[in-house]
């Protein structure tokens, strides 16, 4: 039998990165819902904008600690935030879905 997610995976990722990823799921949330308010005739739009700011944000952190020399940069927490991002925005949308 193959396994694929076992409990040694999820406790060898590090605390820190699934505090991004859980800041990632509110960001993407957030900014999808002020999305659907900003454009809510072009979802698609809407969607590629939050995605790129969802990027922009989650790579501009670590930028900015990278050439500040404030806190750590690891473009794994970049990932993880952006990777929580979409979950956020993937939500959002089940929740539109769910109430239409």
């Known amino acids: 039998m193959l396994r694929i997610f076992t409990t040694d995976m999820w406790n060898k ?10 800041v990632g799921i509110l960001m993407g949330a957030i900014l999808q ?3 659907w308010l900003v ?3 072009q979802p698609i739009g809407g969607i590629l ?8 944000i989650s790579y501009g952190f670590e930028l900015f600690s990278l050439i500040s020399g404030r806190g750590h940069y690891d473009i794994k927490d970049a990932i993880a935030s952006i990777i929580g991002g979409v979950a956020g925005m993937a939500l959002n949308w089940a929740a539109l879905w769910m109430l239409l």
């Open 13 to 22: 990722i590090a605390p820190d990165k699934w505090r991004h990823f859980w």
């Open 33 to 35: 819902s002020a999305a």
């Open 39 to 41: 454009l809510p005739q």
């Open 49 to 56: 904008i939050v995605l790129a700011i969802v990027v922009l």
